[in-house]
């Protein structure tokens, strides 16, 4: 099979539309979707051959060749990669049919489609690379997708400023991942994955002192130092404390890019990225926990600042922001199948979420504040109804995509050892806060009375009126519906059975773990906090909708830190953003405009006295010039004389 085909198809279609989109405009989906419905398609085909025992590495030509360094361009397929691969095409299908009804007559429509083309082709071969240039290559080149994606209606300054802020946050963890490659390459003396892990247990003992160019000693350990950094990097793409501040921003871009990159495929790359290094965490203990500890502060901060946010896509948002911790915890405790597992049913019922956000957005015109939303479940049945099922999963109600890789998630985290247990019990308490905000989204959106929210505004559209509140188009509906199919039937699938014998963690987690006391009881446990979460947001939200106004104002502190998201934006912007500013005004100043522009400036200055003094000279006066002449004799004879 060729797998190159795989991601060169939407590579294709973004060359073609990026050339001829001026000419092809409001047709540009029949180039792009067929391109990325063929990618799916050979996908599948490559998780057949895998599954039957198939698999392989492919070098397909040498990019560079200096010295002893060798890079070359080929593609890896085992059991993760046709994993992300069916992940991220069957994503990236149904968001190319989605957008032929959600930006049709949208300014951009060809360049819209040319993006999300480069985008899938950029993430496929990120999951295919089979070295760490490659890999940071692709990383690359979806961060620059992200960019142009959330900045796609740049007419907008917040859209332009949300473009910019992730581009400039996810830098800030890329440069470390450059200085883990670095380490790579100095420590290992190659960049290609079975070359490095073929010599990581070598280097377990390995050290680097730190202090070395300063005359000191700080000796840490080469392996845990090439881990933390290229989690670095993790921390910025997945979203991960502290660098998780770019990811609500980026709902300023149009919805179905916050399903496919935000919610399904980008922000994914740094848990794929720790999972396809296991080799390297294993080695580690001190990484592997932190990378543990991370993702399970991001778990329970974006949990927390989820329960109060009244825009629709931001609760969505910052629920992308909590489990994305949970994989994180997960990876970071060794249990990396059970991390992708919830990985691949979460794009299915996240990306359901965000369209049918987009969904609702379309039919209210473009509002997007909950507040103004209400008494939708009978005029969007279809949305309505997927949207539950969307809900459901995250919450992880039985039977549900959801419930089957949160539970496998949880046991595996509670089998890995004392941090894992305290870390699975703010996992079930997180999964509490994910089931009451989940269905906060559904009652205050689809219940009660329609509270006004029938005409917003959005790039010059028009108002509209109650009785206009109607179901989008079937390109809308379809995707909602096949994601609402697979965040049920994902779970039946097994996909965990299918990653545990090529993610094995340090302890060498079984499926046998998964089957015992402790087991059933997290099992239980993790239900009932679901059903806990369920019915405290029918109270709260339906039966008595006053509470919320009551617990604002008793718990005032509490209400406006999870509202404001624990001001972590605002203690950016006084320890980060103003001094970078004043510095950076300083600078301008003191080195710009004084020495820079002062010395360009004096030198046209000096230019100009000596033109002013020379015309002095040259006043066009026989008599100025004949005493010039003598005072110049008089001056070359002294001279003479005296020496």
Known sequence: ?????????????????????????????????????????????????????????????????????????????????????????????????????????????????????LFTFSMLMLVMADNFLQLFVFWEAVGLCSYLLIGHWYERPSACAAATKAFVVNRVGDFGFMLGLLLVWYSFGSLEYRHVFAQAADFAGETINLLRPFGGTWEVSTLTLICLLLFTGAVGKSAQVPLHVWLPDAMEGPTPISALIHAATMVTAGVFMVARLHPLYNLSPMAMDVVAVTGALTMVLGATIALTQTDIKRVVAYSTVSQLGYMMMACGLGAYAAGIYHLLTHGAFKALLFLGCGSVIIALHHEQDMRHMGGLKDKLPVTYWTFVIGSLALAGFPLTAGFFSKDELLVSAWSSGSLGQVLT?????????????????????????????????????????????????????????????????????????????????????????????????IMIVATFMGLTGIAAAYYVYVKSPGLPDRFAQQWQRLYRLSLNKWFVDEAYDRTVVRPTFALADQLWRRVDVAVIDGAVNGVARAVAWSGWLMRLFQSGQTQHYALGMTLGAVVILGVYLLF
Not at 15 to 24: K, N, P, Q, S, V
Not at 74 to 96: E, P
Request: glycine content about 10%; cysteine-free; overall charge neutral.
């Open 1 to 117: 099979m060729e797998y190159t085909l795989i991601p060169l198809l939407p590579f294709a279609a973004f060359l073609i539309l990026g050339l001829f989109g001026h000419w092809i405009k409001d047709k540009a989906h029949l180039v792009a979707v067929p391109a990325v419905v063929v990618s799916l398609i050979l996908s599948v085909l490559a998780f057949l051959q895998v599954a039957g025992g198939h698999q392989t590495t492919m070098p397909l030509y040498t990019w560079l060749t200096s010295g002893d360094l060798r890079i070359s361009l080929g593609i890896s397929i085992d059991r993760l990669t046709v994993a992300m691969l069916i992940l991220v095409t069957t994503v990236s299908s149904l968001v190319h049919i989605y957008t032929i009804g959600y930006m049709q007559g949208e300014k951009g429509y060809a360049r819209f489609f040319a993006y999300i083309a």
């Open 425 to 521: 019990v703010f996992g079930l308490l997180t999964a509490l806060m994910t089931a009451f905000y989940s269905f906060r989204l559904v009652f205050v959106t689809f219940w009660g009375t329609n509270r006004g929210g029938t005409h917003g505004h959005s790039h010059g559209q028009g108002h509209g009126a109650t009785h206009d509140i109607h179901e989008p188009s079937p390109t809308v509906t379809v995707p909602l519906i096949v994601l609402a199919m697979l965040s049920v039937a994902a779970g039946y699938f097994g996909i965990f059975e299918f990653l545990a014998p090529a993610l094995p963690g340090p302890a060498a987690h079984e499926v046998g773990v998964h089957h015992g006391p402790a087991a059933t009881i």
